[in-house]
């Protein structure tokens, strides 16, 4: 009978613990933790003087972090602990479980001051330690001690958690605030910075209609070289600014079809196309993308409208597509002028151009843009070129759930 008194007593308080695990790992904090903890502990040991401390690399040393309602009727407050001599520092800098069924038995350990006559102590881990203390010496039996051991275990996970957790928030905190100045910059950019650049092309183009007539050749072409030069300077800023809005201003990710998205981008491409008496060839294959639809519209226009406009003959661009496990692989191959090997790696970075502007215009941000909307959809993209021959841009994006027709 007594045998199985005590199963059903282990398994009560294993229910107890499994309880106290559920509660411990929704709590966001570490006082949460430590209010359940010592209450948990006491509970289990029936400890009136259950604590727990966390360890203050500051001060090196463990202070409080909360004790049971009950060890109030013994003691003011939890001490601080930082002497080798004290049981809890020991067990700290041990990482062992250290468990005493009378404190006055053990020499050199019992201080003629304490109140307690037992105490089982477990640590932590790196957080600190848990202390169980009874004021009557009571005998901790094996089964009590290994559940405390258990209970520990779960306690450290649940700290473990809390503080990832709060790193977590803080980083995000941190990076809500680094968007929001990126958005102070993006209204700079849009509005602030762009504003005289008009101011100075309106009044170079006025002055060249007012007074053309009386300015001779070389005035005329300073004023179109300057009103180009801020034309250029405004195209930059946009260009900086699209760049900055691709994480802070996009929108939330859906199924998407390539096929219909690539046709809307060619038919926004249609007059520049037509222009350069380009071909373009569509996928056949069917697949499905997850992602921004605007975004990766603007990544598909980048791409083709490069294919176009750097190339000297009548370029031609096929795209393909095909399924590699859960992503969707697409092809983008050209045959524009191509670029030297050594080129590849810098083409994706801010303001790198491979040509002058005499040769091809634009901002040299396009290409960044495109691995930025990549890097956001989780995705990669590179690039194999021959020059002369052309270019195929590869870029690998998660697979969406099929839309039915």
């Keep these: 009978m007594s045998h199985e008194l005590a199963t059903q007593t282990v398994e009560r308080k294993l229910r107890d613990i499994n309880d106290t695990a559920k509660q411990l790992m929704t709590v966001p904090d570490r006082s949460q933790i430590a209010s359940i903890a010592v209450e948990s502990v006491k509970k289990l040991l029936n400890t009136p003087l259950t604590g727990i401390w966390w360890y203050d690399d500051d001060r090196e040393a463990l202070v409080p972090a909360g004790m049971a309602d009950s060890a109030t009727e013994y003691i003011d407050a939890q001490p601080t602990f930082s002497d080798e001599t004290a049981l809890a520092w020991r067990v700290f800098e041990s990482g062992e479980f250290q468990a005493y069924d009378d404190l006055s038995a053990v020499d050199a350990l019992h201080n003629n001051e304490t109140i307690l006559e037992s105490e089982a102590i477990v640590p932590l881990g790196d957080h600190g330690v848990m202390c169980a203390g009874a004021v009557k010496s009571q005998a901790f039996s094996e089964a009590d001690l290994n559940l405390f051991e258990v209970l520990s275990s779960t306690v450290e996970a649940a700290l473990t958690r809390a503080e990832r957790e709060t790193v977590l928030r803080e980083t995000q905190a941190e990076l809500k605030r680094s968007n929001e100045e990126l958005e102070q910059f993006a209204y700079a950019a849009s509005h602030d910075l762009q504003e005289p650049l008009r101011t100075v092309s309106s009044y170079l183009t006025l002055l060249e209609r007012r007074y053309g007539e009386e300015l001779d050749g070389d005035a005329s072409e300073f004023i179109e070289f300057a009103v180009d030069g801020a034309d250029r300077m405004r195209n930059m800023i ?39 008496d380009a071909a373009v060839s569509l996928p056949t294959t069917a697949a499905t993308v997850t992602g921004d639809q605007n975004q990766l519209a603007q990544l598909f226009q980048n791409l083709i409208d490069n294919g176009i406009k750097y190339n000297t003959g009548r370029p031609k661009i096929d795209i393909s597509v095909r399924h590699d496990d859960e992503r969707v692989v697409i092809g983008i191959t050209d045959n524009g002028i191509g670029m030297e090997a050594d080129q590849i790696d810098d083409i994706f970075e801010v303001f790198q151009r491979l040509h002058t502007r005499e040769e091809f215009d634009g901002t040299g941000i396009g290409l960044s843009i495109c691995r930025k909307i990549v890097d956001r959809h989780d995705g990669t993209i590179d690039v194999q070129s021959t020059p002369g021959e052309g270019s195929t841009f590869t870029i690998t994006l998660p697979r969406g759930e099929q839309t039915d027709e």
Aim: hydrophobic fraction near 40%; charged fraction near 30%.
């Design 238 to 276: 946009q260009a900086l600014l699209a760049y900055s809005r691709v994480d802070t201003r996009g929108d939330s990710f859906e199924s998407i079809e390539v096929r219909p998205l690539l046709e809307q981008v060619t038919d926004g491409l249609a007059v520049k196309i037509d222009e350069a």
